[in-house]
């Protein structure tokens, strides 16, 4: 039986962390919806350069673009056993459209984990982000801060918030999950397949209750 694992929470949850950590865990595939951008934009395959047409603009890239880069690559064969997928889906016409491309291949999402975190956590989390200006190493002033406050362990260089990290920006991708995400939460309750995680617990104990949740549902198969 495959296991199709499709992670949800809110932006600073932890959802790519963790899903590196299932990786090992499961032995399938972790896909990222924005590694998937970034390949495509950096390979200017036709997918990414419909994709950065819209990015230029300004402008959301529509739905139809984001299905087939990830509908694309669930297909290839090292998915055949299942897949962790991260960012994706993001709206209720991506669930509804992976879950038809999920029955071609004769499989179905397995558990859908929605790791909970808090507003208030979710701002102290990202605004805590600092970004070294000379080699572009990342810190955390909450969870990995520097030695020296303001200064990169790597190279000596300053440390400095980006604009993605200031909290009107992050309050900014909150409302967007909200508005565009959280339909998703009703969606897979309604079929039995979310399960909710206590996202602000240490690392560890997060991965032991998705492995948990995980094993729940392979023996109830």
Do not use: W
């Amino acid at each position: 039986m495959s296991t199709v694992i499709v992670l949800l929470g809110p932006p600073g949850s932890g959802k790519g962390t963790q899903a590196k950590r299932l990786v090992g865990v499961l032995g399938t595939p972790h896909v990222s919806s924005g590694d998937l951008f970034r390949h495509h934009l950096g390979e200017e395959t036709e997918l990414g350069l419909m994709a950065q047409a819209y990015m230029e603009k300004g402008e959301l890239v529509p739905d139809d673009v984001t299905v087939k880069m990830v509908i694309e690559r669930i297909g290839r064969a090292d998915c055949e056993s299942g897949v962790i997928l991260d960012g994706f889906p993001r709206t209720l016409t991506q669930a509804e459209a992976l879950d038809d491309a999920l029955e071609d291949q004769g499989q179905e999402v397995t558990l859908v984990p929605l790791i909970d975190v808090s507003d208030e956590e979710v701002m102290r989390r990202l605004t805590a982000r600092r970004v070294c200006r000379d080699c572009g190493a990342v810190y955390n002033l909450v969870f990995e801060p520097p030695r020296e406050e303001g200064f990169c362990d790597v190279c000596g260089g300053e440390l400095y918030q980006r604009e993605d990290d200031n909290p009107e920006t992050v309050k900014h991708r909150l409302y967007t999950y909200y508005k565009e995400t959280s339909p998703l939460i009703g969606y897979y309750f309604a079929q039995d397949l979310l399960s909710r995680i206590d996202g602000e617990q240490s690392m560890e104990e997060v991965s032991e209750d998705l492995r948990e949740a995980i094993e729940a549902v392979r023996e109830e198969a």
